[in-house]
């Protein structure tokens, strides 16, 4: 009975002892949060081991990643690149010499447009001045411009002419020529051998190798 007594004085004292629990969020040595509740029951919903894996892929990814990018190009597609480079620098190559063919072509038509503008300008003011010298020729063979001002004037003007490439279908005594003759008699000759003017009854005019009017002739051909 006495060690009944001993054993219910012991486990009193025991129970009269103060107890501490340390509450703080805080760990004094390390000062790193505590989460009493979450190190005591950890989330049913994770399982075990799944912050390990979770780590284990994320070394793996990043592992794969450095060796995507050391990963190196073959010398094939660098090849083949720099191919379709030079295929696409020589397309570009000739479509510029094409425009510039074509800027040429354009620029001597141009040219060649304006130059035939101008001659068919000056052509249409010499036709237009055929009338004129006709009346100066007939003024001559009557005797009217043998001296004088209007003399002068005739020349000045006949030599002005004759700048812009005017010339006179006058001659006789030569083969006729169904380009810059017109003939308006025939008549047999004596002693030619070929169709010959004999005498020019309107004088023709021509400039450079244009013909601005023929020459009406008689014509003596063979007898």
Do not use: C, W
């Given at each position: 009975?006495?060690?009944?007594?001993?054993?219910?004085?012991?486990?009193?004292?025991?129970?009269?002892?103060?107890?501490?629990?340390?509450?703080?969020?805080?760990?004094?040595?390390?000062?790193?949060?505590?989460?009493p509740?979450?190190e005591?029951?950890?989330?049913?919903?994770?399982?075990?081991?799944?912050?390990?894996?979770?780590?284990?892929?994320?070394?793996?990814?990043?592992q794969?990643?450095?060796?995507?990018?050391?990963?190196?190009?073959?010398?094939?597609?660098?090849?083949?690149?720099?191919?379709?480079?030079?295929?696409?620098?020589?397309?570009?190559?000739?479509?510029?010499?094409?425009?510039?063919?074509?800027?040429?072509?354009?620029?001597?038509?141009?040219?060649?447009?304006?130059a035939?503008?101008?001659?068919?300008?000056?052509?249409?003011?010499?036709?237009?001045?055929?009338?004129?010298?006709?009346?100066?020729?007939?003024?001559?063979?009557?005797?009217?411009?043998?001296?004088?001002?209007?003399?002068?004037?005739?020349?000045?003007?006949?030599?002005?002419?004759?700048?812009?490439?005017?010339?006179?279908?006058?001659?006789?005594?030569?083969?006729?020529?169904?380009?810059?003759?017109?003939?308006?008699?025939?008549?047999?000759?004596?002693?030619?051998?070929?169709?010959?003017?004999?005498q020019?009854?309107?004088?023709?005019?021509?400039?450079?190798?244009?013909?601005?009017?023929?020459?009406?002739v008689?014509v003596?051909?063979p007898?």
């Open positions: 009975m006495p060690h009944h007594g001993n054993e219910s004085e012991h486990s009193d004292s025991e129970q009269g002892k103060p107890v501490i629990r340390d509450n703080r969020k805080v760990d004094p040595e390390t000062g790193a949060a505590r989460h509740h979450q005591a029951a950890p989330d049913a919903r994770t399982p075990a081991g799944a912050e390990g894996t979770a780590g284990a892929e994320g070394d793996a990814l990043s794969a990643e450095e060796i995507l990018n050391g990963v190196e190009v073959p010398a094939e597609e660098s090849v083949a690149s720099g191919a379709s480079a030079a295929a696409e620098a020589t397309e570009l190559r000739n479509d510029l010499l094409r425009l510039q063919a074509e800027y040429v072509n354009y620029r001597k038509r141009v040219e060649r447009d304006r035939v503008a101008g001659e068919m300008a000056v052509i249409g003011v010499l036709n237009s001045l055929l009338p004129v010298l006709d009346d100066i020729d007939a003024a001559r063979q009557h005797g009217d411009l043998e001296d004088g001002p209007f003399a002068a004037i005739a020349a000045k003007l006949e030599n002005s002419l004759k700048t812009y490439g005017l010339e006179r279908i006058d001659a006789t005594g030569v083969e006729f020529d169904p380009t810059i003759h017109e003939a308006l008699i025939q008549q047999p000759g004596q002693d030619i051998e070929v169709d010959t003017v004999s020019v009854l309107r004088s023709g005019y021509r400039s450079k190798e244009r013909v601005l009017r023929a020459a009406q008689i003596s051909v007898a």
